[in-house]
């Protein structure tokens, strides 16, 4: 590490109710090793204080979150498009 970079370090944010559905699995050949990419998305009850580039675990599996798709209209739930940690 060089002057001035901090190591990576996940902190708490808040413990939520979600509902998290696989939305796809794909294989492909990476550098000879086979990869595997599940996508999700996982529903939460409507907030404004998530963003991508967030980790949310759901037990033991962690999911990064590419987008955050809010329900403006009904302010009653926020998607989060995410990818499966491996």
Do not use: C
């Not at 970079?5 to 696989?22: F, G, I, K, M, S």
């Not at 294989?27 to 939460?44: G, Y």
């Amino acid at each position: 590490m060089g002057a001035g970079h901090l190591p990576e370090a996940w902190a708490d944010h808040a413990t939520l109710w979600a509902n998290v559905r696989h939305l796809s699995g794909s294989e492909s050949i990476r550098s000879d090793a086979e990869a595997s990419i599940v996508r999700a998305s996982i529903r939460v009850r409507f907030r404004t204080d998530l963003n991508a580039g967030m980790r949310v675990l759901v037990g033991a599996k962690g999911y990064d979150v590419t987008a955050v798709l809010p329900d403006l209209v009904g302010r009653q739930h926020v998607d989060l498009v995410a990818q499966l940690v491996e």
